[in-house]
């Protein structure tokens, strides 16, 4: 068991949508990079992707920080969730944000998002 004394670090490469925060902890960092929609050619189906994530974070992820590289501005606020650092930086020629997002506690109840910041297109 870690303690608050112990650095544990797990690292894993699977669907973000497949993990699940480790049990023996209650709260850690997530880092992820998910895709832009430049090389994929799929642009506008990255705002519900992005909507989705801070969905999965807000309900699965509570107590978590994350820190995502987020592949625009625009897709940064998609998430939903108030970003305490937001950090400019370019991805070859892309202008991208590296956010951090507090999560807080759960959300419950299944009436939708209550907890956005930004509403989605």
């Given at each position: 068991n870690a303690t608050s004394h112990d650095l544990l670090l797990r690292l894993s490469c699977k669907d973000f949508?497949?993990?699940?925060?480790?049990?023996?902890?209650?709260a850690g960092v997530?880092?992820?990079?998910p895709p832009y929609g430049e090389r994929l050619g799929d642009e506008g189906a990255m705002p519900a992707l992005y909507a989705r994530i801070g969905d999965t974070l807000k309900r699965s992820w509570p107590?978590?920080?994350?820190?995502i590289l987020a592949g625009s501005p625009y897709l940064a606020k998609r998430f939903g969730l108030?970003?305490?650092v937001k950090i400019e930086i370019h991805n070859g020629p892309l202008?991208?944000?590296?956010v951090h997002l507090a999560i807080g506690e759960?959300?419950?109840g299944t009436d939708g998002p209550g907890w956005r910041t930004a509403p989605l297109d």
């Amino acid at each position: 068991n870690a303690t608050s004394h112990d650095l544990l670090l797990r690292l894993s490469c699977k669907d973000f949508f497949d993990a699940t925060p480790p049990a023996d902890v209650d709260a850690g960092v997530l880092i992820t990079n998910p895709p832009y929609g430049e090389r994929l050619g799929d642009e506008g189906a990255m705002p519900a992707l992005y909507a989705r994530i801070g969905d999965t974070l807000k309900r699965s992820w509570p107590n978590w920080n994350a820190w995502i590289l987020a592949g625009s501005p625009y897709l940064a606020k998609r998430f939903g969730l108030k970003p305490s650092v937001k950090i400019e930086i370019h991805n070859g020629p892309l202008d991208c944000r590296f956010v951090h997002l507090a999560i807080g506690e759960a959300a419950t109840g299944t009436d939708g998002p209550g907890w956005r910041t930004a509403p989605l297109d």
